[in-house]
């Protein structure tokens, strides 16, 4: 009997409240990143009504001012309607950041420390960080999620080339898709709800949507004569971002990565510099997983680290390919480790992150994207792994 089962993953919309959070947090990174390539951020947002909280720790030279990029990074977003509540030019913005803990600095930075073993750069934390990759899709990332992604891409797309003036910013996507011997064959569900000012219809809506949105982006070929389309299933969604529900950095961390498909140690990416190996040593396992990926080794593939904080190295390097590996786990193990380093600073100099490149990463998200920036998606480790395992 042929294994089948049925899969599910969600994406979110920029005008979403916990990514509108996101993007000003990874907004206020990029603005130190940009005077200050040293900068230690560890920003947090809260959103709610017309409120904008910002937090968190932050020690940088940059100087910039931290409302501007706020209230830009909100009019980015769309939120510039006259029946917003919340509005780039009229949100009130708290500031409660403060200095970076210098006992968490002492960690991190390359010199000598009373009670440091080394005098090297250091985890700016403990925990486990995972990445992953499978054949499923020309982005080497599972189905379900890069759908919901392309969906969400799209109705951004529309709604800011102004194709549909009763478009707005706030809106989640998911897709069904089933599988047959752990490959997918055909998209069971679509669901699109979008935000829409109150003139717009239920039929306009999901005329649209289904017209512009589901069959421009899906395959054809996934779709079947049986497949549910769910639009605005409530029948109205006019009020919606933060005047609807509250929204806090961190909190979309399986939309940001895989969609539930492969694991995740449970650290937050938005507002952090890449001294927080919770973003920068992900960052470098999706690199790893989708080399091996790409030079054939398997079809499927997740790379799990583990860091002490203040520690240099990993204390755990672990591979798996749930049985889809052409050769052996322990002769890839021993091709990553001679291909890869794996100490914070040496990911830092890989992936070239001391950039303010962090905004490009915050939506729709942080892995399965071709921007010549995104440096932990490109494949050009393949021939160094193909050399090592020889």
């Known amino acids: 009997m042929s294994k089948s089962y049925i899969f599910s993953s969600e994406s979110v919309g920029e005008g979403h409240p916990d990514k509108v959070s996101d993007t000003i947090s990874d907004a206020i990174l990029d603005a130190c990143l940009r005077s200050d390539r040293h900068s230690r951020v560890a920003c947090e947002t809260f959103v709610k009504s017309n409120v904008v909280c910002v937090g968190g720790e932050i020690t940088t030279k940059a100087r910039f001012d931290y409302e501007k990029v706020v209230r830009d990074a909100i009019r980015g977003i769309g939120y510039v309607n006259d029946d917003d509540v919340f509005h780039a030019d009229k949100v009130f913005i ?52 890069m759908f919901s992604h392309r969906l969400g891409r799209q109705l951004t797309r529309l709604r800011k080339t102004g194709k549909a003036d009763w478009l707005r910013p706030d809106a989640k996507t998911q897709v069904s898709v089933r599988y047959v011997e752990d490959k997918p064959v055909k998209i069971t569900s679509v669901v699109v709800s979008t935000q829409h000012a109150a003139s717009a219809t239920n039929k306009t809506i999901r005329d649209f949507i289904t017209k512009h949105v589901i069959h421009k982006v899906v395959p054809k070929k996934m779709l079947a004569h049986d497949t549910q389309f769910l639009i605005n299933p409530t029948g109205r969604f006019v009020t919606g971002g933060p005047e609807g529900d509250s929204g806090l950095t961190g909190r979309k961390i399986i939309v940001d990565t895989y969609g539930g498909m492969g694991r995740h140690g449970g650290g937050a990416f938005s507002g952090k510099d890449p001294s927080k190996v919770d973003r920068s040593a992900a960052y470098m396992g999706r690199y790893v997983a989708k080399n091996i990926v790409a030079a054939g080794f398997a079809s499927r593939c997740e790379v799990q680290f583990a860091y002490a904080i203040g520690y240099p190295r990993p204390v755990s390097v672990h591979v798996d390919t749930f049985g889809t590996n052409q050769i052996s786990e322990a002769k890839i193990i021993r091709a990553v480790n001679n291909t890869f380093k794996f100490k914070p600073a040496d990911i830092v100099k890989q992936l070239k992150l001391l950039r303010p490149i962090y905004s490009l990463t915050t939506n729709y998200g942080h892995f399965g994207k071709t921007h010549k920036d995104i440096t932990w998606e490109k494949t050009d480790k393949v021939a160094a792994l193909k050399k090592a395992v020889k």
């Open 94 to 145: 708290n500031n409660y950041l403060t200095a970076q803990s210098p006992d968490i600095a002492q960690g991190v930075d390359a010199k000598k420390a009373k009670g440091k073993a080394t005098s090297e750069q250091g985890a700016g934390d403990q925990g486990l960080m995972f990445g992953y990759a499978c054949d499923e899709t020309p982005e080497l990332m599972p189905a379900p999620i």
